[in-house]
């Protein structure tokens, strides 16, 4: 089918680029990017993350609990007294 079109001088730069890069006509890139963009290359394939093994803590967070508490309560009391 035969239509006119307007792109704006920076659309069509950026066509002119594919096609010459793919060495293709310009009709068969535009055609390309249109149905692409509506939808015709499926859905996106879905973000996953890699995940790495970063073996056993070599940390006792039961002390690192046990200082954050008592820093916590030290906070609160200074916050009483200045009150």
Known sequence: MRTTI???????RLLQQIAHKRKRPFKQVLNEVVRGSLGGTGMAKPFTQPVYS???SRIDLTKALSLSADLEDQEILAK???T
């Open 54 to 56: 970063l073996g056993r």
């Open 6 to 12: 307007t792109l704006d001088a920076d659309v069509h």
């Open 80 to 82: 009483t007294r200045r």
